[in-house]
T-cell receptor, first 111, second 117 residues
């Protein structure tokens, strides 16, 4: 069975500080892993995806994530937070048929 | 290319009333999904279509929820009768069937926010 756990339902960072959003996965097969972002009153937008190629994945808006099989993790990072990064972030794992989402992490950026 | 279109954006109804949501996927995407996102939670799959056939509806409360995709393009999701706990955002997503990677990438619409009073 596939599942993801997002540690921390709320994360606050200062503008310009490092963003680190944590995601651990459980999968019985080699996983596809995704990070989606959801801005208020909008749908989910794909940030980046891991598909068994490079373990360090670069996405849009300066975000990246590293797949670590030994830790079953896929944490999302950004070196310097912008005010526009304030949103809800969802980690998801796919078994090639369905997406299984975590409960989300709300990122607040403090000016 | 145009994204996934959903309507209405917002709907307020009283319990025991019925409601319908509409979704038009990205052109050419054979797979269509309906998700329910309750406040504070991640999206939960309700039903998945491939063309006009149902692939997975195991999480759909079939006593009150129904969905169809008659011509393999747009889709409607209906709730009848609605309960208070159905208050949520209903998201539609679509994906291509071309290639192992493409079919794993789902593109989401803006959603319909339902409030049941």
């Amino acid at each position: 069975a596939q599942s993801v756990t997002q540690l921390g339902s709320h994360v606050s960072v200062s503008e310009g500080a490092l963003v680190l959003l944590r995601c651990n996965y459980s999968s019985s097969v080699p996983p596809y892993l995704f990070w989606y972002v959801q801005y208020p009153n909008q749908g989910l937008q794909l940030l980046l995806k891991y598909t068994s190629a490079a373990t360090l994945v670069k996405g849009i808006n300066g975000f990246e994530a590293e797949f670590k099989k030994s830790e079953t993790s896929f944490h999302l990072t950004k070196p310097s937070a912008h005010m526009s990064d304030a949103a809800e972030y969802f980690c998801a794992v796919s078994d090639s048929n369905n997406l299984f989402f975590g409960t989300g992490t709300r990122l607040t950026v403090i000016p | 290319e145009a994204g996934v279109a959903q309507s209405p954006r917002y709907k307020i109804i009283e319990k025991r009333q019925s409601v319908a949501f509409w979704c038009n996927p990205i052109s050419g995407h054979a797979t269509l999904y309906w998700y329910q996102q309750i406040l504070g939670q991640g999206p939960k799959l309700l039903i998945q279509f491939q063309n006009n056939g149902v692939v997975d509806d195991s999480q759909l409360p079939k006593d009150r929820f129904s969905a169809e995709r008659l011509k393999g393009v747009d889709s409607t999701l209906k709730i009848q009768p609605a309960k208070l706990e159905d208050s949520a955002v209903y998201l539609c997503a679509s994906s291509s069937t071309e290639g192992r990677l493409a079919k794993n990438i789902q593109y989401f619409g803006a959603g319909t926010r339902l409030s049941v009073l």
